[in-house]
């Protein structure tokens, strides 16, 4: 699928130009995938990777995007896991950057809002799902639940009802589903 009403998508990916950046670097991830559903290569990939890593990561303090966060870090971990092995070293700081995060009840956004929220805690479950470290994301995954409201599927933000908690939840799910070895087929959709 790289011919979309003669626009050919996978030129126009080899050519985007990395010295200048997305404004988000959330953007990466989708990048990424889009590359791989275009069929670009490894050369590609690792142009992408490396820009987000030389623009975005701060080796001991994260991703800075207005800020260092838990968020922000676990995304940035969720977009390079596919490629784990060519960045174990910035992947593996990047987790224990997440581990400063981890407070009762879950994980907090950042070092001046230290409570544990449905976003932070959903998103450092989904980067440890991401990179296959399925015991760590269970065990988050066990604090996570703590933010469901009593409408089922709906999570809190603060104790109210929120989608944006609700949708980054849902992505965390799908991202552990993702991850669980084949032996959970089946048996697991009491995660959802």
Do not use: R, W
Request: negative net charge.
């Amino acid at each position: 699928m790289t011919n979309f009403n003669g626009y050919n998508l996978a030129s126009s990916f080899a050519n985007v130009d990395l010295e200048n950046n997305a404004d988000n670097p959330y953007l990466y991830c989708l990048t990424l995938l889009g590359a791989k559903k275009a069929g670009l290569g490894s050369d590609f990939t690792k142009k992408v990777c490396d820009s987000l890593v030389n623009t975005y990561y701060t080796t001991g303090s994260g991703m800075n995007y207005y800020g260092y966060s838990c968020d922000n870090t676990a995304q940035f971990i969720i977009a390079l896991a596919p490629y784990y092995d060519s960045y174990k070293t910035v992947i593996n700081d990047a987790l224990a950057v997440i581990e400063k995060y981890d407070v009762t009840g879950g994980y907090c956004y950042s070092t001046d809002y230290t409570t544990a929220n449905t976003d932070s805690t959903a998103l450092a479950l989904a980067a440890y799902a991401a990179v296959g470290n399925t015991t760590k994301a269970l065990e988050i995954y066990s604090e996570l639940i703590a933010f469901e409201s009593s409408t089922a599927g709906v999570f809190t933000y603060d104790g109210e009802e929120n989608a944006y908690a609700t949708s980054d939840e849902l992505f965390a799910l799908e991202t552990l589903l993702n991850a669980l070895p084949a032996c959970y087929e089946g048996t697991a959709t009491h995660l959802l």
